[in-house]
């Protein structure tokens, strides 16, 4: 459960991304590259690492990514640069990248029994939510301690959270599991991709990872633009999202086993759709705040529709379709760079027009499911 919550650590970006731009007088549309660099290693490593898991061991791999984590965390202490803050963020995403491999996975040697295995992976799901939750908290403090140029000592904080949970897990007796053997071959995981019904699906992924990321990037920097909001007041707009998501996602875990997936996600995108209009165009604080809520809430269930749609999708390629599923989060890397841009040239109503787009595409998703 601490691993969850190490996973969660990766949605500081966008906070952190407020510090970096201030700190080093970025452009939006170079900000909007920040957050690029936690999540485009899912595209390139999910797979392969995937296949390292399976030569050297669950536990072995989320060790590994705790390491790339802390390394990340602590780099800014040894020289706090625009360089190497980037380069912190990057060990962040690919530190997160492996640990979102490997650590449900592990979860299943420790609990076999079915029934249980789905409620902890549920409860790890909230843990991860309530870290995305309390990050900004770790920001606040370090400013609040030393100043807002010193925002990154937030990083060692973090980095001790994550080398208390290694050295647990390390101490923590788990039996290994028994090697497959399988390979994932990434030319054959991509050739999937042929199937319409896949290729809708895995858009699908990562337009709801891209809505995510961009709620999260934008919502602190809409409120401060919109109603001057100080550093203090910015944070309840990215807390308010992550605790709207982690609420809807535990009412959508119980009315799911009631209400087929797609009806479900139909009605939720559809007011997800709406949600987003009004955070575009009425300029209301408390409004606008309430949006930013109801666009995390209904969202909260759409990626494990999608991806359960796509395992349903043919069912005998289950290991090639998750891979290909973890990779479609890289969506995150790829919406953001725009959704800055869109800022930088159409102000805060032009960077939600970006997560509109997102929205429709999602839209359009679930009304061409059968």
């Not at 042929?194 to 699906?201: F, G, H, Q, S």
């Not at 949006?291 to 269930?301: N, Y």
């Not at 973890?326 to 102000?347: D, H, M, R």
Request: with cysteine; aromatic share 12%; net charge neutral.
């Amino acid at each position: 459960m601490l691993g969850f919550f190490v996973m969660g650590f990766c949605d500081i970006v966008g906070v952190g991304s407020d510090y970096v731009q201030r700190s080093f007088g970025w452009s939006d549309s170079m900000t909007g590259f920040v957050p690029s660099m936690v999540f485009i290693w899912f595209l390139f490593l999910a797979i392969p690492f995937g296949n390292l898991m399976n030569k050297i061991g669950r536990k072995n791999t989320v060790v590994i990514s705790m390491v790339v984590t802390i390394v990340g965390m602590l780099l800014p202490l040894v020289i706090y640069d625009s360089t190497t803050c980037v380069i912190a963020f990057a060990l962040l995403g690919i530190g997160n990248t492996i640990l979102q491999v490997s650590l449900n996975p592990l979860v299943s040697n420790v609990i076999t029994d079915g029934r249980l295995l789905t409620s902890s992976l549920t409860a790890g799901q909230v843990v991860k939510a309530l870290s995305s939750l309390l990050g900004p908290e770790f920001v606040i403090l370090a400013v609040s301690q030393w100043g807002e140029d010193k925002w990154y000592l937030c990083f060692p904080m973090l980095g001790a959270i994550t080398l208390i949970t290694a050295v647990w897990l390390v101490a923590t007796p788990i039996e290994r599991e028994k090697s497959s053997g399988a390979t994932l071959d990434l030319g054959a995981t991509f050739s999937l991709l042929k199937d319409n019904t896949i290729l809708l699906l895995f858009l699908g992924i990562l337009f709801v990872v891209g809505l995510d990321v961009s709620v999260n990037f934008i919502s602190s920097k809409l409120m401060a633009d919109r109603f001057e909001w100080t550093a203090e007041q910015q944070k309840w707009a990215p807390q308010t999202y992550f605790l709207c998501r982690t609420i809807g996602a535990l009412l959508g875990s119980y009315l799911l086993s009631r209400v087929a997936g797609v009806k479900y996600f139909r009605w939720n995108i559809a007011a997800c759709v709406g949600a987003v209009l009004v955070l575009m165009f009425v300029s209301h604080a408390m409004t606008d705040l309430v949006c930013i809520g109801a666009i995390g809430f209904l969202a909260s269930s759409v990626f494990s529709i999608i991806y359960s749609e796509a395992l349903q999708a043919q069912p005998t390629k289950a290991n090639e379709i998750s891979g290909l599923m973890i990779t479609a989060i890289s969506g995150g890397a790829i919406v953001t760079p725009v959704l800055g841009f869109a800022i930088e040239n159409g102000g805060m109503t032009g960077g939600v027009g970006v997560i509109l787009l997102c929205a429709l595409y999602l839209a359009f998703c679930a009304f061409r499911l059968k």
